[in-house]
């Protein structure tokens, strides 16, 4: 049986505006069961219906075996250019959204936090200052800086509790920066898996290496 897919807004105290959202709703949703959440963060130039337009998210959760929800918010790269109300708008605002709307499994072991790009870049700092929200994080060709390892390093004691996930394309401009980060977390002693695929900061690779992704928080998820 297929998934549900819908398009809503909420209104962000954080940002003081409305912001939209994509929400996946696995076939059993209407059963009474609840299923735990994963956030899925899109790139600067996209929005939040571009995991279903080029990414094939639907297909890709439904044959990974996975029942899980998905939400798909909109977030432009802000946190990259500065603006540390994102943490509070996808951490506090949008996942108290979530659980009250949908039937989530509402604690921190299933939850996870996910992204490309931009959006690997905020996974990846937001899931380490809100550990207490998100026990399973993955970046995807993440645009990672200084800040990044300034997160982990000031974090670390906290994330050692969650599970990473760090992935690149063999064409991608920061493949070092990506290595560099996965033995960081490590040397922090914080769980964090290394993957890689071929191709460039592109569509076809986020495609190719996300079910390596949605297996990772599924193997979180049932820890």
């Not at 299923?35 to 959760?61: I, N, S």
């Not at 998905?70 to 500065?82: K, Y």
């Not at 800086?145 to 997160?151: N, Q």
């Amino acid at each position: 049986m297929k998934g549900t897919l819908l398009h809503r807004d909420f209104h962000s105290p954080a940002l003081g505006e409305r912001r939209g959202y994509v929400v996946y709703l696995p076939a059993g949703h209407v059963s009474g069961r609840r299923f735990p959440t994963l956030y899925l963060l899109h790139g600067a130039l996209d929005w939040e219906r571009t995991w279903v337009e080029k990414g094939d998210l639907c297909d890709a959760v439904e044959r990974s075996g996975h029942e899980l929800i998905v939400v798909m918010p909109a977030e432009n790269g802000a946190l990259l250019r500065g603006d540390t109300r994102v943490a509070d708008y996808l951490a506090r605002d949008l996942v108290g959204h979530v659980d009250f709307e949908y039937p989530t499994l509402a604690d921190r072991r299933h939850r996870a936090l996910d992204g490309l790009s931009t959006g690997g870049f905020t996974s990846l700092v937001v899931g380490a200052w809100r550990p207490n929200v998100f026990a399973s994080i993955g970046s995807m060709s993440g645009s990672h800086d200084a800040r990044s390892f300034e997160a982990v390093r000031a974090c670390a004691g906290d994330m050692r509790d969650q599970r990473y996930l760090v992935s690149y394309g063999h064409g991608e401009p920061n493949v070092d920066t990506v290595r560099a980060l996965h033995q960081v977390l490590g040397e922090q002693g914080i769980e964090c898996a290394l993957a890689d695929a071929p191709g460039g900061h592109d569509w076809p690779l986020w495609r190719a290496i996300l079910p390596a992704h949605l297996a990772f928080h599924g193997e979180s998820f049932a820890r």
